[in-house]
């Protein structure tokens, strides 16, 4: 075994680039002469730790010369800036942007959020529900504030990168948590920002009554047994409200204060927190985003086996079953039919509300990386970094 143990530190494989060492927070490799499609075209490369906000002037100012910063509204108006075209493409700086492969959300644990002692029952789906339908209603204005186009509102809990996910072209595509407790729509053509919000409270009140809760003069004066008039929900906003879903919070906490529902919004600047919680199953609500699989297998997440399943505590044998049917065929057609009903499911027992599909942003110096030798049509599934040996300099 003398061999084995002489190589278990010293990464082995046949990439177009080998390690040589790690120092300084700067990873040093140097071109596999080797490699299968040909030596590297640059000789040296060097992967850089940096902070995101260093990322864009790094590149403008020479320290770097790729980078992948978060693609905000700001950011991206940043690196428009830089060029002598105000495009984000331009003399100065190259960006690709791709849909990242994920999404953001707002969890919500059954087990805590419910109504009595069943936290699959119609009551505890509807306080659900009540809360969901409130924070459903400010997605499109924050997120568009936010990201600009760097980002877009989604319905269904699966990333836009998938070819499961529902598309506004279906027949039975519908907007998350857009019907009130009747099935009635809740937004009409033409509606105006305030309207729709206040079209949302008071949908959302007919939750909250058809949950258990006293309503009286527009106003919950009582909870139902198991069931409380207050709420926490962990965002890791850096304590500074530094996330896209701050503001959807902030607007929804604000909103159900004014019928007497306290959201109480914890902005964490220790994400281990949030983590530790999700973990043990102590929180309530939450602010994440998942990181998706090429295939839509959901079995890691939703069912009752998988290792997220206590995130959300569905624990369906209904939904169980549903995973396991879709997963079972190989028919691409099928398959998404089935994954839609499972995706209907978990909407309707509103544990999960979709919020955005963001983009992934990586910026090149024009000046000095050769942009002819980088990977053209770019996507979420291939990007620079399959042809990187192919990468020059000026």
């Not at 075209?41 to 320290?63: C, F, I, M, Y």
């Not at 992948?68 to 991206?76: E, F, I, Y």
């Not at 800036?81 to 003399?91: H, W």
């Not at 600009?148 to 269904?156: D, F």
């Amino acid at each position: 075994m003398s061999g084995v143990r002489a190589k278990t530190t010293k990464p082995l494989g046949a990439g177009p680039y080998v390690f040589e060492k790690y120092e300084n927070k700067i990873v040093y490799m140097t071109a596999n002469e080797h490699y299968y499609k040909g030596a590297p075209a640059t000789k040296n490369l060097q992967w850089k730790v940096t902070s995101n906000p260093d990322k864009e002037p790094g590149v403008v100012q020479g320290t770097i010369d790729i980078a992948d910063p978060s693609a905000s509204k700001s950011a991206l108006e940043q690196i428009a800036g830089e060029n002598s075209n105000n495009e984000i493409t331009g003399d100065k700086l190259s960006t690709v942007l791709t849909d990242y492969r994920g999404y953001g959300y707002i969890g919500i644990n059954s087990e805590n959020v419910k109504v009595g002692d069943d936290h699959a029952s119609e009551q505890s789906k509807d306080l659900r529900k009540a809360i969901a339908t409130v924070i459903s209603a400010y997605r499109d204005v924050v997120i568009d504030s936010y990201y600009g186009e760097a980002a877009s509102v989604i319905n269904y809990p699966i990333s836009n990168t998938s070819w499961a996910a529902p598309q506004a072209s279906d027949p039975d595509y519908a907007v998350a948590f857009s019907k009130d407790v009747e099935g009635n729509d809740i937004y009409t053509e033409g509606m105006s920002d305030d309207e729709k919000y206040a079209a949302a409270l008071q949908a959302a009140l007919g939750y909250f009554e058809a949950a258990g809760y006293t309503v009286e003069d527009g106003k919950l004066t009582a909870a139902p047994e198991g069931a409380k008039l207050s709420y926490e929900i962990y965002i890791g906003g850096a304590g500074q409200g530094d996330h896209p879903s701050f503001g959807i919070l902030t607007a929804a906490s604000e909103a159900l204060g004014s019928i007497g529902f306290d959201l109480v919004i914890n902005d964490l600047s220790d994400t281990s927190i949030l983590w530790s919680a999700l973990d043990a199953g102590t929180a309530e609500l939450w602010c994440a985003a998942w990181q998706t699989t090429i295939d839509p297998d959901m079995f890691q997440i939703y069912h009752s086996q998988g290792g997220d399943a206590g995130k959300y505590s569905i624990y369906s044998e209904t939904l169980d079953a549903m995973v396991e049917d879709a997963a079972a065929t190989t028919n691409q057609a099928v398959r998404k039919a089935l994954y839609k009903e499972c995706l209907d499911f978990i909407v309707d027992f509103a544990v999960e509300i979709p919020i955005y599909q963001r983009q992934d942003c990586t910026i090149y110096s024009t000046e000095r990386v050769n942009m002819d030798s980088v990977t053209k049509d770019q996507t979420t599934f291939y990007t620079y970094l399959n042809e990187i040996e192919k990468i020059a300099m000026n």
